[in-house]
């Protein structure tokens, strides 16, 4: 297929807007929470979002960000002994530190991963910093989980473990130092709009906030800009349930955005549809439940004509802002196309060829929601 060719082969035009938006989110940069970038996303977004609701709005929490500048880590007496590293969203920070490595046991990352931890102690014997290694995948940041304790957490790759378990082996000396710090004045800015007035609504929700070191273009512009095209396709449908758009802030920071959004929420509430990644592959995840909840979706995909190939996962996987409201009980689902070989690195840019996935997800959640019965084609009984 050549390049933009396949996207309008489709037979399915106006998806301009989206590739604006999508472009539009990705030129603003790295977008960490808590971060200037950030704030100027949400205001983007609240602008685009006000030609689709009119009541769109930025819906702001008084929260902590953390903030990361340089970083080292490496072997002291070897030339070239870097190691490849990225500390942990929320590590603490070091001027420097040194001393030998030792198994720890394990760092459980999103209640998903179970992965090997190393300590970096000193001739004392205590415990200075730690490096957690990334099973079968490249060094990316991600969520720290072990509590803020103060003490430097890097992720290395699987490539480096060879290095580390040497290094355990033979006791060579690590080092290096983390400049990072909280933030405690910071802001958490969710952007909400609604369309139709039913008493129950169902949320559509996409994070637009990304780790340091990526523009996030498909995790998650993509799922940003695809959540506004849906929205915005809802013009041709009446709408049975009201609908709320939720772009959220600070996903990548432990779901800071949908958490304190869904914590004040007592709306009735009939289900949350989430997009969160639209990748280059053809495996659509699903991460759904309950079980029964699973079973309409699953109705509805087995007779889609689009082209995927679904993956059930239930219970879902809390590593998404519909968590918190699975853990309310509320029906979820959440929909990607995982990209794992450009999750939170710098080669996740802009791309044609991530659009045709972002134009068959949004066609997907329409067609589900219409399944699911939340909305009505216009003219159709
Ligand atoms: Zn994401």
């Known amino acids: 297929m050549r390049g933009e060719g396949g996207f309008k082969e489709m037979g399915d035009s106006g998806f301009e807007e989206m590739k604006k938006e ?11 929470f808590g971060s200037a970038n950030l704030i100027r996303a949400a205001d983007y977004l609240v602008e685009r979002l006000g030609r689709i609701c009119p009541d769109a709005a930025q819906d702001v929490y008084e929260m902590p960000a953390w903030e990361v500048g340089d ?8 030339e070239g002994g870097e190691l490849k590293a990225y500390p942990f969203l929320g ?5 420097g530190f040194e001393g030998r490595l030792r198994f720890a046991g394990y760092n459980r990352v999103w209640n998903m991963y179970v992965w090997d931890r190393y300590a970096v102690t000193d001739p004392e014997g205590e415990i200075k910093a730690y490096v957690t290694i990334r099973e079968g995948g490249g060094a990316i940041p991600q969520m720290l989980f072990t509590g803020t304790g103060g003490l430097p957490h890097f992720m290395v790759g699987e490539e480096e473990r060879s290095r580390i378990l040497e290094a355990v082996e033979s006791g060579a000396r690590i080092g290096g130092f983390v400049q990072a710090k909280m933030q405690p004045d910071s802001r958490c800015y969710d952007v909400v709009g609604s369309l139709g007035d039913a008493d129950e609504k ?5 994070h637009f906030d990304t780790v340091y070191n990526t ?12 959540l506004l095209e849906t929205a915005r396709r809802l013009k041709t449908y009446r709408l049975k349930k009201r609908v709320e758009i939720l772009l959220t802030d600070g996903e990548e920071f432990d779901l800071r955005g ?6 004040k929420d007592q709306e009735k509430t009939a289900a949350v549809i989430n997009l969160d990644g639209v990748g280059r592959e053809n495996i659509l995840e699903v991460w759904s439940g309950p079980e029964s909840f699973e079973r309409k979706i699953r109705t509805y995909l087995d007779k889609s004509r689009e082209e995927f190939t679904p993956v059930y996962i239930c219970p879902p996987p809390p590593g998404s802002d519909h968590a918190p409201y699975f853990e309310k009980g509320i029906p ?14 710098p080669e996740d840019v802009y791309e044609e060829s991530k659009l045709a ?7 997907l959640t329409l067609g589900l929601m219409e399944h699911l019965g939340f909305i009505e084609k216009i003219g159709e009984q």
Do not use: E
């Open 22 to 32: 999508w472009k539009g989110l990705i030129d603003i940069g790295c977008k960490p």
């Open 71 to 78: 970083w080292s880590l490496g072997f002291v007496d070897s």
């Open 215 to 226: 523009t996030g273009a498909y995790d998650n512009a993509a799922g940003a800009a695809a």
């Open 357 to 363: 996935n972002m134009s068959k997800i949004v066609r």
């Open 258 to 263: 949908a958490r304190a959004r869904c914590a």
């Open 332 to 345: 979820v689902c959440m929909l990607t196309f995982n990209d794992q070989g450009i999750l939170h690195t």
């Open 202 to 206: 169902v949320v559509l929700c996409a």
């Open 91 to 95: 590590s603490g920070a070091s001027d």
